[in-house]
């Protein structure tokens, strides 16, 4: 018995030790889930003093009170459910407590200049993602799209379609959005970057913003009127840095200081002095059957510098559609480009113009971008590629 005594000692020793460390496991795993559980509860969130202004832009949303009585949490948006997801959110919201000691965004003034780098980031989180925590709550198969709005129940099916995620149409569903006028602003510049890399042998080149047109090279010379973004020109002569083109168009009878770029459609493509009214070519003439108006098919040859003109359009569209995403999505989701016909977009935009920060400029090449792929462009677009 007395040489058994050592070994059921050891034995019942690491049975202790054992317990011990279960014990220790255990405890240690209910804290850490404590731990993680109150500091993704909305009172911790916002409990900061920079958080003030994003917990009044939550309190104001549909996510904070609506008439389901169902409330967002911020953990729920800002949260990932999965596993690996949810700690390494965690151990990224490391930065936030440095950012709240070191008071980077401690003053009204100090968010507004970090809001739209903050924005930038939980949107690209929350499309690498698929809307993961959006689609916690809200999934394509359980909507009853149906009885949904209208504007929902016609833009819904589109997004199913084209496997679009929440993100991509619903920015501003909890916080206000970010001033996007640098957005716009460097879309822009890397348009402008683009043109001066068109190759000097493209024979179809596209107007990427308003500017001038002359009538000789001699830009010394009073300009005959201006051309809009997205015009289509085809390239006939280039001395230096301008280029010759002749540029095609529809004119109502009667009104011929405007070129359009389809025929009953209000899409600007130039707009023209006496000067050069006198010059233009009518090709030939139609009378539109549902209308009765008299429409020209008309032509101008111009000169234009080169520095404003792409060989690419759908560099143009591009750019229209970011600022259409990031400036349109504030209020509502964002809006099939065939909802509406072309006359219609011109409306709408405007209606729109006043909630966004784009300039006139920004707004002419929306506009142009919503009118060329309106619901009546269609066969327009597939008659001109």
Not at 212 to 217: G, I
Request: glycine fraction near 6%; include cysteine; charged fraction near 20%.
């Amino acid at each position: 018995m007395s040489k058994q005594t050592p070994f059921r000692a050891r034995r019942w020793g690491w049975l202790w030790v054992l317990l011990a460390g279960l014990l220790l496991g255990a405890a240690l795993l209910a804290g850490t889930a404590t731990v993680m559980h109150k500091t993704s509860d909305t009172e911790f969130c916002v409990s900061c003093h920079s958080m003030q202004q994003p917990l009044a832009e939550y309190q104001g949303s549909i996510h904070f009170q609506n008439t389901k009585g169902i409330r967002a949490e911020c953990a729920d948006c800002h949260v990932p459910h999965q596993p690996v997801s949810y700690l390494k959110t965690k151990v990224m919201a490391l930065k936030d407590v440095w950012g709240e000691m070191t008071g980077k965004i401690d003053t009204p003034e100090k968010y507004e200049a970090h809001k739209l780098e903050m924005a930038q980031s939980v949107w690209k989180t929350l499309k690498d993602s698929d809307s993961a925590t959006c689609r916690s709550c809200h999934s394509f198969e359980a909507m009853d799209v149906l009885a949904q709005r209208p504007e929902a129940r016609q833009q819904h099916p589109v997004a199913i379609k084209n496997g679009e995620t929440c993100i991509d149409c619903h920015k501003g569903v909890a916080h206000m959005l970010p001033d996007m006028s640098s957005l716009a602003a460097a879309g822009a510049g890397e348009l402008t970057r683009a043109a001066a890399l068109t190759p000097g042998n493209a024979t179809t080149l596209y107007a990427i913003s308003t500017q001038p047109f002359w009538l000789s090279a001699d830009v010394k010379q009073h300009n005959a009127g201006s051309l809009m973004p997205s015009t289509e020109l085809k390239v006939v002569n280039r001395e230096g840095d301008m280029v010759e083109a002749d540029i095609q168009g529809w004119q109502q009878d009667g009104v011929s200081e405007v070129f359009y770029a389809a025929q009953g459609k209000r899409i600007l493509s130039l707009l023209l002095d006496e000067q050069a009214r006198a010059q233009i070519k009518t090709l030939s003439t139609v009378t539109d059957a549902d209308t009765g108006l008299i429409w020209h098919s008309v032509a101008l040859r111009v000169w234009v510098p080169k520095a404003q003109l792409i060989d690419d359009k759908e560099k143009i569209w591009h750019y229209a559609a970011d600022m259409m995403s990031t400036n349109c999505t504030g209020c509502h989701g964002l809006t099939a480009l065939d909802r509406f016909n072309a006359n219609q977009w011109i409306g709408v935009v405007k209606g729109m113009a006043p909630r966004t920060s784009l300039t006139q400029e920004q707004l002419r090449v929306l506009t142009q971008y919503a009118q060329q792929h309106a619901s009546d462009m269609k066969t327009q677009n597939k008659a001109n590629p």
